[in-house]
């Protein structure tokens, strides 16, 4: 079928041939915090990219379609190679996680040769295979703890990376990448949002900028914004991407959450529509392949986190 006849179909139809097709074909569905809510009903796990490709390496399921976008398709291909990994929308990528090039990368490595380098896991499989050791936002600080002082070179994200260092006193050559999503949020925002909520506490990504991330009352990953909710139970503003606060609100009765900023939207993560992810479940659409040259690599950047963490 073209994508022309899902898109044809209507919402109840779409969400009945999703479950159905994954039930007869033993599809396990993962959803990143960030996705539209209607897709995140319809998945068998929600939660952080790295959370979510360390699921598909232990689910049994021999066929795991990932509404995210294609790093952390990558990196579920990474953890589990064995198994077949597909992506509703091969366009769905990441500006962060393309803001830096593995020629770049390469580049750092040999100008720097006595720093490690540690990538966010918003990046590709290559800059991964490059990588001395990856991080999560949610690990970043004590993997640098970890490292015991090491001259470092923090890919992707300057945000994160200025976080990172204000938090260790780290030697850090931090590369100039960063979210649109996140960098969108102001001092104004905060000051806005605080004047409508004045009991909610504040929750800042730290891919926010430095005098954004300075007025929280707490720095965390999505991951982390998500438990304060649900064990919390207290008003909190948002300031990531609206997904998060769309889940929590579903999920976490009477919870009281507020966004930082109504279109604070991630455009590729909103790529995945339902007629898009019913295409994939029923016909394939789109594998994603990584080289296992660059997988093996990668692999281990990403085991000597999990060593540390």
């Given at each position: 079928?073209?994508?022309?006849?899902?898109?044809?179909?209507?919402?109840?139809?779409?969400?009945?041939?999703?479950?159905?097709?994954?039930?007869?074909?033993?599809?396990?569905?993962?959803?990143?915090?960030?996705?539209?809510?209607?897709?995140?009903?319809?998945?068998?796990?929600?939660?952080?990219?790295?959370?979510?490709?360390?699921?598909?390496?232990?689910?049994?399921?021999?066929?795991?379609?990932?509404?995210?976008?294609?790093?952390?398709?990558?990196?579920?291909?990474?953890?589990?190679?064995?198994?077949?990994?597909?992506?509703?929308?091969?366009?769905?990528?990441?500006?962060?996680?393309?803001?830096?090039?593995?020629?770049?990368?390469?580049?750092?490595?040999?100008?720097?040769?006595?720093?490690?380098?540690?990538?966010?896991?918003?990046?590709?499989?290559?800059?991964?295979?490059l990588s001395d050791i990856v991080c999560t936002s949610a690990n970043a600080v004590k993997v640098v703890e970890h490292l015991g002082g090491k001259k470092i070179i923090f890919v992707p994200?300057?945000?994160?990376?200025?976080?990172?260092?204000?938090?260790?006193?780290?030697?850090?050559?931090?590369?100039?990448?960063?979210?649109?999503?996140?960098?969108?949020?102001?001092?104004?925002?905060?000051?806005?949002?605080?004047?409508?909520?004045?009991?909610?506490?504040?929750?800042?990504?730290?891919?926010?900028?430095?005098?954004?991330?300075?007025?929280?009352?707490?720095?965390?990953?999505?991951?982390?914004?998500?438990?304060?909710?649900?064990?919390?139970?207290?008003?909190?503003?948002?300031?990531?991407?609206?997904?998060?606060?769309?889940?929590?609100?579903?999920?976490?009765?009477?919870?009281?959450?507020?966004?930082?900023?109504?279109?604070?939207?991630?455009?590729?993560?909103?790529?995945?529509?339902?007629?898009?992810?019913?295409?994939?479940?029923?016909?394939?659409?789109?594998?994603?392949?990584?080289?296992?040259?660059?997988?093996?690599?990668?692999?281990?950047?990403?085991?000597?986190?999990?060593?540390?963490?």
């Amino acid at each position: 079928m073209a994508l022309a006849d899902y898109l044809s179909m209507s919402d109840d139809e779409l969400a009945s041939l999703i479950v159905e097709e994954k039930k007869k074909k033993g599809i396990v569905i993962l959803a990143h915090n960030y996705q539209r809510i209607e897709i995140q009903k319809l998945a068998d796990y929600i939660g952080d990219s790295l959370e979510l490709s360390r699921i598909a390496a232990k689910v049994p399921a021999r066929t795991i379609v990932f509404a995210g976008v294609m790093f952390m398709a990558e990196t579920a291909k990474i953890l589990a190679p064995e198994k077949r990994i597909l992506i509703p929308d091969e366009r769905a990528g990441c500006p962060l996680a393309e803001s830096i090039t593995a020629n770049q990368l390469r580049e750092l490595r040999s100008k720097y040769p006595d720093r490690l380098v540690v990538s966010y896991v918003n990046t590709t499989a290559e800059i991964k295979a490059l990588s001395d050791i990856v991080c999560t936002s949610a690990n970043a600080v004590k993997v640098v703890e970890h490292l015991g002082g090491k001259k470092i070179i923090f890919v992707p994200d300057k945000n994160l990376g200025d976080w990172v260092k204000k938090c260790t006193g780290a030697d850090m050559i931090i590369w100039q990448g960063s979210c649109y999503v996140h960098e969108q949020f102001t001092v104004e925002d905060v000051k806005r949002a605080k004047e409508l909520h004045p009991d909610a506490a504040v929750l800042i990504h730290p891919e926010a900028s430095p005098d954004v991330v300075a007025l929280a009352d707490l720095v965390a990953s999505t991951s982390g914004m998500y438990k304060f909710a649900k064990e919390k139970r207290t008003p909190a503003i948002i300031g990531t991407e609206v997904g998060l606060m769309e889940r929590i609100r579903h999920e976490i009765q009477d919870s009281k959450v507020y966004p930082l900023k109504r279109d604070a939207i991630c455009k590729t993560m909103k790529y995945t529509t339902l007629p898009k992810l019913a295409r994939s479940v029923r016909e394939g659409f789109f594998e994603v392949t990584v080289p296992d040259d660059i997988r093996e690599k990668a692999f281990s950047a990403v085991r000597r986190m999990t060593e540390i963490v």
